[in-house]
Protein backbone atom coordinates (compact mmCIF):
# COMPACT_ATOMS: atom_id res chain seq x y z
CA UNK A 1 0.00 0.00 0.00
CA UNK A 2 1.69 2.88 -1.01
CA UNK A 3 1.36 6.31 1.62
CA UNK A 4 2.05 9.83 0.79
CA UNK A 5 2.95 12.21 3.94
CA UNK A 6 3.37 16.00 3.25
CA UNK A 7 4.19 18.37 5.45
CA UNK A 8 5.50 22.09 5.67
CA UNK A 9 2.11 24.42 5.00
CA UNK A 10 1.37 26.99 7.34
CA UNK A 11 0.49 30.62 7.30
CA UNK A 12 2.68 32.96 5.44
CA UNK A 13 2.67 36.95 4.75
CA UNK A 14 2.54 37.81 1.01
CA UNK A 15 5.85 37.53 -0.51
CA UNK A 16 6.95 34.60 2.12
CA UNK A 17 8.17 31.39 1.57
CA UNK A 18 7.52 27.88 2.36
CA UNK A 19 9.04 24.44 1.42
CA UNK A 20 6.90 21.37 1.20
CA UNK A 21 7.67 17.93 1.58
CA UNK A 22 6.22 14.68 0.62
CA UNK A 23 7.80 11.07 1.60
CA UNK A 24 6.45 8.14 -0.32
CA UNK A 25 6.32 4.39 0.92
CA UNK A 26 5.20 0.97 0.53
CA UNK A 27 6.76 0.47 -3.65
CA UNK A 28 9.06 -1.48 -4.64
CA UNK A 29 9.30 0.69 -7.38
CA UNK A 30 10.44 4.07 -8.16
CA UNK A 31 8.20 6.61 -8.90
CA UNK A 32 8.14 8.04 -12.75
CA UNK A 33 6.48 11.09 -11.61
CA UNK A 34 6.23 13.07 -8.42
CA UNK A 35 4.43 16.56 -7.82
CA UNK A 36 2.33 18.74 -6.77
CA UNK A 37 -1.09 20.05 -7.01
CA UNK A 38 -4.00 22.16 -5.87
CA UNK A 39 -7.25 23.38 -4.67
CA UNK A 40 -8.40 26.96 -4.04
CA UNK A 41 -11.81 27.07 -2.72
CA UNK A 42 -14.35 26.79 -5.16
CA UNK A 43 -11.93 25.99 -8.30
CA UNK A 44 -10.58 22.90 -9.52
CA UNK A 45 -7.56 20.88 -8.77
CA UNK A 46 -4.54 22.12 -11.09
CA UNK A 47 -1.24 21.01 -11.52
CA UNK A 48 1.66 23.03 -10.24
CA UNK A 49 5.03 21.15 -10.29
CA UNK A 50 6.05 17.64 -11.76
CA UNK A 51 9.18 16.31 -11.58
CA UNK A 52 10.22 13.34 -13.46
CA UNK A 53 12.47 10.06 -13.09
CA UNK A 54 15.34 12.31 -14.51
CA UNK A 55 15.77 15.93 -13.97
CA UNK A 56 12.98 17.37 -16.56
CA UNK A 57 10.47 18.89 -14.71
CA UNK A 58 7.76 20.64 -15.36
CA UNK A 59 5.81 24.49 -13.63
CA UNK A 60 2.40 26.01 -14.12
CA UNK A 61 3.00 29.65 -15.81
CA UNK A 62 1.61 30.82 -12.81
CA UNK A 63 4.86 29.53 -10.53
CA UNK A 64 6.99 29.50 -12.91
CA UNK A 65 10.50 31.39 -11.31
CA UNK A 66 8.38 31.42 -7.68
CA UNK A 67 8.38 27.45 -7.32
CA UNK A 68 11.07 25.01 -7.77
CA UNK A 69 10.61 21.21 -7.80
CA UNK A 70 13.30 19.02 -6.56
CA UNK A 71 13.47 15.37 -5.12
CA UNK A 72 15.31 12.77 -3.19
CA UNK A 73 15.52 9.96 -5.01
CA UNK A 74 16.82 7.73 -1.83
CA UNK A 75 14.34 8.89 0.41
CA UNK A 76 11.06 9.15 -2.23
CA UNK A 77 10.58 12.63 -1.03
CA UNK A 78 9.88 15.15 -3.38
CA UNK A 79 10.05 19.34 -2.33
CA UNK A 80 8.00 22.09 -3.54
CA UNK A 81 10.78 25.48 -2.53
CA UNK A 82 7.84 28.37 -2.58
CA UNK A 83 9.00 32.09 -2.83
CA UNK A 84 7.54 35.52 -3.53
CA UNK A 85 4.10 33.86 -2.33
CA UNK A 86 1.02 35.73 -3.14
CA UNK A 87 -2.49 35.80 -1.66
CA UNK A 88 -3.85 34.04 -5.15
CA UNK A 89 -1.37 30.82 -4.03
CA UNK A 90 -3.41 29.84 -0.96
CA UNK A 91 -5.10 26.74 -1.65
CA UNK A 92 -4.74 23.15 -0.24
CA UNK A 93 -1.88 21.38 -1.92
CA UNK A 94 -1.54 17.76 -2.47
CA UNK A 95 1.36 15.51 -3.73
CA UNK A 96 1.21 12.93 -6.06
CA UNK A 97 3.32 9.82 -7.09
CA UNK A 98 3.23 7.98 -10.40
CA UNK A 99 4.05 4.71 -10.94
CA UNK A 100 2.91 3.07 -14.45
CA UNK A 101 -0.64 4.22 -14.82
CA UNK A 102 -1.15 4.16 -10.91
CA UNK A 103 -1.34 7.47 -9.40
CA UNK A 104 -1.21 8.19 -5.34
CA UNK A 105 -2.55 11.05 -3.62
CA UNK A 106 -2.01 12.62 -0.69
CA UNK A 107 -3.88 13.63 1.95
CA UNK A 108 -3.01 17.60 1.43
CA UNK A 109 -1.78 20.45 3.45
CA UNK A 110 -2.83 23.84 3.68
CA UNK A 111 -1.29 26.63 2.36
CA UNK A 112 -2.11 29.94 3.40
CA UNK A 113 -0.86 33.22 2.29
CA UNK A 114 -2.31 36.96 3.74
CA UNK A 115 -1.90 40.15 2.10
Known amino acids: QVQLVESGGGLVQDGGSLRLSCTASGSRYSFDVMGWSRQAPGKQRESVAQIFAGINSYYADSVKGRFTISRDNAKNTVYLQMNSLKPEDTAVYYC?????????WGQGTQVTVSS
Open 96 to 104: LSVIGHQSY
